[in-house]
């Protein structure tokens, strides 16, 4: 025989309460609205009595699953993991759960996920996948599905995102090399279609600017990963130019840098500095442990997360683009110029 499942009403009539106060207190939303004696008393009685809410009951009273999908491009990526865990914190507060789907950059893959994720009547999305011009907005839209970017923006402001400063971050490293007598300075950019990819190049060309430095050396990347890191670096050494710096629009491809000067003899720092940006795990334990501009991954993750239950709650919530400042961690990739920029 089974054993009877508890119910509220029999948290309630333990407590002597009503059962929607027993609902508040154990609803992490509404659980400040009560008394702290109230509140402790009911959730010791639920734990006593084995209480546990019924997801399915309470999705059909409510019209809400309390779930969340989120959409990375890439979970290998060692800056998605730390973006997740502020996502998964903060949802975790509300009572959400997140549904973690990644598409490995494949725009019909993330296209589909988003079709299964709402199949499963999720209440909304958060979006890491996003390019500049993504068809995935206008499906959420179709599909009436609340959604946030996160790390990434899109053209046109139809939602609302949560991004660090790239254009100060990647102005943050170029003056860096400049300070340590760096006058021509390579760019890696990452790959145009993309938010991160735009922006940091554009802070980059800005920068050089607004010091009168020689016209660039850009090479762009065609994706966020070592091996394109390196085929870029590789373009940027060809143009013979005596480029005695690089900035990389990641840290992905800032080890293609490394990868690429490598293969030509050159060594980092004393042929060829290099900064990253991410600041991703185990930045400091490469060889040479990397200069980086360090953004506040949790934090992006948590903030995308408040945004979206704040649009679930409230579907006239207004717009918001949240720029996260970043910092740059400085180690032993970058160093002063010196005289010899080419082995002998």
Same mark, same amino acid.
Do not use: W
């Given at each position: 025989?089974h054993k009877?499942?508890?119910r509220?009403?029999?948290v309630?009539?333990a407590?002597?309460v009503?059962p929607s106060?027993?609902?508040?207190?154990?609803?992490?939303?509404t659980?400040?609205l009560?008394s702290?004696?109230v509140?402790?008393?009911v959730?010791?009685?639920?734990?006593?009595l084995?209480?546990?809410?019924?997801?399915a009951?309470s999705g059909?009273r409510?019209r809400?699953s309390a779930t969340?999908?989120v959409?990375i491009p890439?979970i290998a990526n060692?800056?998605?993991?730390?973006?997740?865990?502020g996502?998964e914190?903060?949802?975790?507060e509300a009572?959400?759960t997140?549904?973690?789907?990644?598409?490995?950059n494949?725009a019909?893959?993330?296209r589909d996920?988003i079709?299964r994720l709402a199949?499963r009547?999720?209440?909304g999305?958060?979006i890491?996948?996003?390019?500049?011009?993504?068809?995935?907005i206008?499906?959420?839209?179709?599909l009436?599905l609340?959604a946030v970017?996160?790390?990434?923006s899109?053209d046109?402001?139809?939602?609302?995102s949560v991004v660090?400063d790239?254009?100060?971050?990647i %102005?943050?490293?170029? &003056?860096h090399? !400049?300070?340590?007598?760096h006058? =021509?300075? @390579?760019?890696? +950019?990452?790959?145009g279609?993309?938010?991160?990819g735009?922006?940091?190049?554009a802070?980059?060309l800005?920068a050089?600017?607004?010091?009168?430095?020689?016209?660039?050396?850009?090479?762009?990347?065609?994706?966020?990963?070592i091996?394109?890191?390196?085929?870029?670096c590789a373009?940027?050494l060809d143009?013979k130019?005596?480029?005695?710096?690089?900035?990389?629009?990641?840290d992905?491809?800032?080890?293609?840098?490394y990868?690429?000067?490598?293969?030509r003899?050159?060594?980092c720092?004393r042929?060829?500095s290099?900064?990253?940006?991410?600041?991703m795990?185990?930045a400091d334990?490469?060889?040479?442990?990397?200069t980086s501009?360090?953004?506040?991954h949790?934090?992006m993750?948590?903030?995308?997360?408040?945004?979206?239950?704040?649009k679930i709650?409230?579907p006239? %919530?207004p717009?918001q &683009?949240?720029? !996260?400042?970043?910092?740059l961690? =400085?180690? @032993?990739?970058? +160093?002063?110029?010196?005289?010899?920029?080419?082995?002998?």
């Open positions: 025989m009877k499942r508890t509220i009403q029999d309630a009539r407590a002597g009503h106060t027993v609902s508040r207190v154990l609803n992490p939303r659980r400040g009560m702290l004696a509140a402790e008393r959730e010791s009685l639920a734990r006593k084995g209480y546990s809410p019924d997801p009951a059909l409510t809400r969340v999908g959409l890439d060692p800056v998605f993991p730390l973006i997740l865990r996502i914190s903060a949802l975790g009572g959400y997140a549904i973690i789907a990644n598409t490995d494949d019909a893959r993330a996920a079709e199949a009547r999720i209440d999305a958060i890491a996948t996003a390019t500049r011009r993504d068809a995935l206008e499906q959420c839209r179709g009436g609340p970017l996160v790390n990434r899109a046109g402001r139809q939602f609302s660090v790239d254009r100060a971050g %102005a943050l490293a170029v &003056e090399l !400049l300070q340590l007598g006058r =021509v300075i @390579g760019h890696v +950019a990452g790959p279609q993309l938010s991160t735009a922006a940091r190049r802070g980059f800005a050089i600017k607004a010091h009168g430095l020689k016209t660039p050396a850009v090479a762009e990347a065609d994706s966020y990963d091996a394109a890191g390196e085929r870029a373009r940027l143009t130019r005596k480029i005695s710096a690089i900035v990389a629009a990641n992905l491809l800032a080890l293609g840098c990868d690429a000067l490598r293969r003899g050159l060594a720092p042929s060829v290099v900064t990253g940006f991410n600041d795990a185990f334990r490469f060889a040479p442990p990397l501009v360090r953004i506040p949790r934090q993750g948590a903030e995308a997360a408040r945004l979206l239950l704040e709650a409230n006239r %919530a717009i &683009e949240i720029r !996260l400042a970043p910092q961690v =400085v180690r @032993g990739s970058s +160093a002063p110029l010196k005289g010899r920029l080419r082995p002998p």
